[in-house]
């Protein structure tokens, strides 16, 4: 599913205009996005968190000349799915 095709699924399940639809899913991203840069994440019971997750510094291989090449610390936005996603899935 892409943006366009949730844009339609969520105007159809509230009876908005696409454009209304559009707008929500637009300031929901924002939302998340922001808190995610501030390290503060979202939670939304039982559908899942988003945070920001801490990688370490490694080794990796660059693969076509087989030389190791050192990979930097970072920091990455994840998805946690909720209990209730989890059980739905299954």
Same mark, same amino acid.
């Given at each position: 599913?892409?943006?366009?095709? %949730? !844009?339609?699924?969520?105007?159809?399940?509230?009876?908005?205009? =696409? +454009?209304?639809?559009? #707008?929500?899913?637009?300031?929901?991203?924002?939302?998340?996005?922001?808190?995610?840069?501030?390290?503060?994440?979202?939670? %939304? !019971?039982?559908?899942?968190?988003?945070?920001?997750?801490?990688? =370490? +510094?490694?080794?990796? #291989?660059?693969?076509?000349?087989?030389?190791?090449?050192?990979?930097?610390?970072?920091?990455?936005?994840?998805?946690?799915?909720?209990?209730?996603?989890?059980?739905?899935?299954?």
């Amino acid at each position: 599913m892409n943006k366009a095709e %949730l !844009v339609e699924a969520i105007a159809k399940i509230t009876e908005q205009t =696409k +454009a209304d639809a559009e #707008r929500s899913l637009d300031a929901f991203i924002e939302v998340v996005s922001k808190n995610i840069k501030k390290k503060d994440g979202v939670k %939304l !019971v039982g559908f899942g968190s988003f945070a920001v997750s801490n990688r =370490k +510094a490694r080794v990796g #291989r660059n693969p076509q000349t087989g030389e190791e090449i050192q990979i930097p610390a970072r920091k990455v936005p994840v998805f946690r799915p909720g209990k209730e996603l989890k059980e739905l899935v299954r």
